[in-house]
């Protein structure tokens, strides 16, 4: 094993990263004899995805090599014994089993999560804070509290008046506060990447001073007006300063100056006599626009400035009321807590109860300085005393600058580190993709064609910046493929730019790519990548025009399930029964119209004829009148008991009621994530109008509203963000593109201690050298990201790629043109997959054999005695539940002890009868034998007992009465009932009972009722 303490691995795409980190944390647990354990690791992955796949690899690992299965070659570096190997992967899982909170491998917020649990009481947090991500709420909440405060203070008056004053520069639209909202909203972000506040507001007024400034340079311009006929400067010279006399000050609010201004001297004419008084004020108009356009750039946002620091106040005091920490903050938090002081380590270790002496880190690349910050302080301690750091990344691949990731943070370890040396490993052998695919893609990112691409493409645009960050992200060997990787195949589809209408043509084309592969691949094997979620949305469309399968973020979220839409416009009318959208809605829709035997046509008809009529009556009342039948048998009892029932029974009841899942069986996995988001609600929250608020106010970006997909039979169709890491047979690329415009404004300074924000417009570029600077990096950082996104979508294949390439990107030609060059674009030789149609939908194990009574068996924490609602013998269940809430008669009025088990009963089964059953348990009861069985203390009695065997087979009890010397079980049973229990399960429930009340008579008895 690699002996060094910091080990850098660069793992260009389909090199086994996970598979290194694997072995890695394999061989620190199996090949020390430091007594290192599992607690003294620690793995950090980049999503929770990865973090499961490597605590996957690694149990699987220690499971074969304790049972001395084959392993290949994966532990020969330990020199080891295979029996000693086997004995020590055996201890290994036992402590992973046995102490599982150890098993360190979580994603990185995961990691500041625990710490910042740890010490919450260091940095004023409550110990039971709560993590949430979207805080978009609590934001616009403490904005609007900012705004009310405002009314009351003059000095809060006058900030917002010279935001208003600073917003009618412009033309914004007609809802300031939205405007305030996004902006303070990317300051928020911009410090949770950070950790750090924003710089203070100066206290300048924007709109006054660019006033004072303009006003003295256009009284400049009117003197050189006057100089003008005695001199001869070239035309355009008058041309400008005719344009700024007529436009006056606007001009300067708007950054709409002439370019000529940005000239530092006067041009003149052939020949022509110098004018030294000329030359002098035009050189001082030049550098005060410059110092204003300066000026501009940086106080711009400097009144946003003062609204983010005050509406953060709010934000800190409101979550803070609430104890919540959102997961945007938690780098600034921990920041904030790592510099209080250098001997907070040692208290660190004590409040986590472990001590870590080795780092793992998967994706560095994407790790941000804020996040490095955290992390550097463990590995202080831990190198200081022996430890190890290894760290594994691609920075071709760093994707999420977005969210602070830094690809220089590669250079950090070398750097923070210095007495130490980095051992630094290439891996550069692809297991992934077919040589035609990875020779593509070694010459379209080779470190060559990208210096071709920047000279080319950069030239023409004037761009002055180093590019040596491109070049040091690009300058890696060529991958090498397997021998027997000798496949694969690659096509770009390049639509010429005098095409019409190119979208359509798109859509054309990716439609024939589509059904051409899916003549020799299945639909489970095709992945869609797409830059963002609006192409994920039009590519799924198109898809599902053509009839086929889809699986994306469109198709997946229940709110887009034609079923699900029906069942929430009845709970809709049930909330609200003049609601006539929503019953209009519901009756017009496939289950009602399923149920009823009527189509849907009729319906219209009547709808429509009531619309014709414009009658006052309201119009549930009129379609009760037209179709009582039908309303006295499908709504009748929802509308009569609205308001009474909990939601989840109230759902439930509908489900039966419509028959939804015997008739729509396609939709159970999103009738079940339904199931399960009313759950997670009634843990919170009560009341079906409250639940509907809940529903319609949930964020698209919400994982409670996707059902689980583990890739089924239909078509892929994902971000490029969502595939990293992850590899596909075929991947199509319908807009394969390169962006080269900077990032949105603002953009931000964060290299001192504070965030300064930046209004850079590409017309102060002209003027001011530091814009220019600061854009043209951006620009940069833009286009490496964008490169960067465009390699990982590329290099995701594993037989064949395709993508097709559109002219424009939006106004601007699409630089992929450029990087492209001369290169072959199509190459190889396609596949020929056999066809596998006997493949299982994996989006949801269907399991269900038919209706409710299964559907609640995979409903997380559902009761076991829910409503059998699918089941023909429903007074039986009833009977059954009311037989469960009497435990013993001894000294009680057994009519009393009746009474209160159908009360609770009737609340169970909301919509049924329950009273039928008073009587069957008053016959019961006259049963001696029986009632003999409820006549024992109640402390020896256990109803609905649950125990479980050895082998992890469960056993229910209906009824348990453990006495000195004797163990009854008692059995409810239907008279003449089929359904009697399995002799076999019955003896193996007997043994059972015998095992864990040893020496005692076990003796059972069976009710019938």
């Not at 647990?29 to 690791?41: A, E, F, P, Q, R």
């Not at 472990?354 to 994706?363: N, T």
């Not at 010459?443 to 040091?472: G, H, P, Q, T, V």
């Not at 990548?529 to 198109?542: G, H, I, K, P, Y």
Request: aromatic share 14%; with cysteine.
């Amino acid at each position: 094993m690699n002996k060094s303490q910091i080990i850098s691995v660069l793992a260009s795409s389909g090199t086994g990263k996970t598979y290194n980190l694997a072995k890695r944390y394999l061989y620190l647990l199996l090949g020390s004899d430091d007594n290192t354990g599992i607690k003294n690791i620690i793995v950090v992955t980049f999503t929770n995805k990865a973090a499961v796949e490597m605590k996957y690899r690694v149990i699987d690992y220690l499971k074969k090599a304790a049972l001395a299965l084959d392993t290949g070659n994966f532990f020969d570096e330990l020199k080891l014994t295979k029996d000693k190997i086997a004995q020590r992967s055996a201890a290994v899982l036992k402590d992973i089993f046995k102490f599982y909170d150890n098993f360190n491998i979580s994603t990185i917020d995961s990691f500041k999560n625990r710490i910042l649990k740890s010490c919450a009481m260091n940095i004023d947090l409550s110990p039971n804070f709560v993590i949430e991500q979207d805080y978009s709420d609590n934001l616009m909440f403490s904005l609007e509290i900012f705004l009310q405060k405002a009314q009351d203070s003059e000095n809060l008056r006058n900030i917002v008046r010279q935001y208003l004053s600073q917003y009618l520069m412009k033309d914004s639209g007609w809802f300031p506060k939205n405007n305030i909202y996004n902006e303070i909203e990317k300051v928020f972000k911009e410090s949770g990447n950070t950790g750090k506040d924003i710089l203070p507001y100066g206290g300048v007024s924007f709109r006054d001073e660019i006033a004072l400034r303009s006003t003295a340079i256009i009284e400049k311009i009117k003197r050189f007006a006057g100089l003008l006929p005695n001199i001869q400067a070239k035309k355009y010279y008058s041309d400008a300063v005719e344009k700024v006399l007529n436009a006056g000050r606007e001009i300067f609010f708007s950054m709409d100056i002439p370019t000529k201004f940005a000239y530092e001297t006067i041009e003149y004419i052939k020949d022509a006599e110098i004018n030294t008084e000329a030359d002098e004020l035009w050189s001082e108009i030049n550098k005060d626009i410059k110092s204003l356009c300066d000026f501009y750039m940086e106080n711009y946002y400097g009144v946003y400035s003062y609204i983010y620091s005050k509406v953060a106040l709010e934000f800190d005091l409101r979550s803070k009321k609430d104890g919540i920490v959102f997961l945007n903050e938690i780098n600034k938090k921990t920041v904030s807590f790592f510099e209080k002081d250098n001997a907070v380590m040692p208290e660190v270790y004590y409040r986590l109860s472990e001590k870590y002496r080795h780092f793992l880190i998967d994706e560095f690349q994407d790790t941000s300085l804020v996040q490095w910050t955290g992390i550097k302080r463990f590995l202080e301690e831990s190198l200081a005393e022996g430890g190890t750091f290894f760290y594994v990344g691609d920075m071709k691949q760093a994707i999420y600058a977005f969210r602070g990731g830094k690809s220089e943070i590669f250079d950090a370890a070398s750097k923070e580190f210095l007495s130490m040396d980095v051992d630094i490993k290439n891996l550069n052998r692809n297991f992934r993709s077919g040589r035609s695919i990875v020779d593509f893609n070694n010459d379209i990112f080779s470190k060559e064609n990208i210096k071709r691409f920047l000279n080319e493409f950069y030239k023409k645009k004037n761009i002055e910046c180093n590019f040596s960050k491109f070049i040091e992200a690009y300058s890696f060997p060529r991958q090498e493929t397997p021998t027997e990787h000798n496949y694969g195949y690659i096509e770009i589809d390049i639509i010429d730019k005098t095409c019409e209408n190119v979208k359509e043509e798109i859509k054309q084309r990716f439609i024939n790519c589509t059904f051409q592969v899916l003549k020799r691949f299945n639909s489970k094997d095709i992945t869609v990548l797409c830059r963002a979620n609006d192409e994920v949305f039009t590519v799924s469309s198109w898809l599902l025009e053509n009839g086929l399968d889809v699986e994306s973020s469109q198709t997946l979220n229940i709110r887009n399930n034609n079923i699900i839409k029906q069942i929430v416009s009845l709970l809709m009318f049930i909330n609200s029964p003049l609601d006539v959208l929503s019953f209009s809605s519901f009756i017009l829709g496939d289950i009602f119209s399923k149920i009823s035997g009527i189509k849907s046509a009729e319906f219209e008809k009547f709808i429509f004829a009531c619309n014709k009529r414009n009658r006052t009556e309201t119009f549930y009342k009129t379609f009760k009148d037209r179709y009582e039948n039908l309303w006295n048998e499908y709504f009748k009892d929802f509308f009569m008991n609205a308001g009474f029932a909990p939601v989840y029974e109230l759902t439930l009841a509908a489900l039966e009621k419509f028959k939804v899942t015997d008739n729509f069986s396609g939709s159970r996995a999103f009738i079940m994530r339904f199931l399960e988001l009313i759950k997670d609600f009634e843990t919170q929250d009560s009341g079906l109008k409250n639940f509907l608020e809940y529903f319609d106010g949930l964020k698209d970006n919400e994982d409670s509203l996707y059902i689980k997909s583990a890739f089924g039979n239909g078509i892929k169709v994902m971000t490029v963000h969502k595939a990293k890491g992850l590899q596909f047979p075929v991947v199509i690329i319908p807009f394969l593109k390169l962006s080269v415009k900077p990032a949105g404004k603002p953009y931000f300074d964060s290299s001192g201690d504070k965030i300064k924000p930046f209004n850079i417009l590409k017309s102060i570029t002209k003027f001011s050298r530091k814009a220019k600077e600061i854009y043209d990096r951006e620009k940069v950082n833009s286009l490496l990201s964008e490169l960067n996104v465009t390699y990982v979508s590329m290099t995701r294949a594993e037989y064949e790629l395709y993508a097709i390439v559109p002219p424009k990107f939006g106004a601007s030609n699409n630089a992929i043109l450029a990087l492209l060059g001369n290169n072959v674009l199509t190459s190889g030789i396609k596949q020929i997959r056999t066809q596998d149609n006997n493949g299982k939908d994996n989006i949801i194990i269907d399991s269900f054999g038919s209706g409710y009574k299964d559907i609640q068996k995979y409903l997380k924490s559902t009761d076991k005695t829910a409503v059998d609602i699918n089941n023909s013998s429903k007074k039986s269940s009833i009977i059954h539940y009311a037989l469960s809430k009497i435990t013993s008669l001894k000294s009680k009025n057994i009519n009393d002890c009746v009474s209160y088990a159908l009360r609770i009963t009737k609340r169970k089964f909301f919509f049924e009868d329950v009273e039928f059953c008073r009587e069957k348990l008053n016959k019961l009861f006259m049963s001696e034998k029986i009632l003999g069985l409820f006549l024992y203390d109640e402390k020896n009695i256990y109803n609905e007992k649950e125990i479980i065997s050895s082998t992890g087979e469960t056993f229910r009890i209906d009824k348990l009465i453990v006495l000195d010397d004797e163990v009854i079980i008692v059995d409810f049973q239907v008279l003449n009932s089929e359904e009697k229990k399995n002799k076999e399960q019955a003896e193996r429930r007997s043994a059972l009972i015998s095992e864990i009340y040893p020496g005692k008579k076990i003796s059972v008895y069976t009710a019938e009722y």
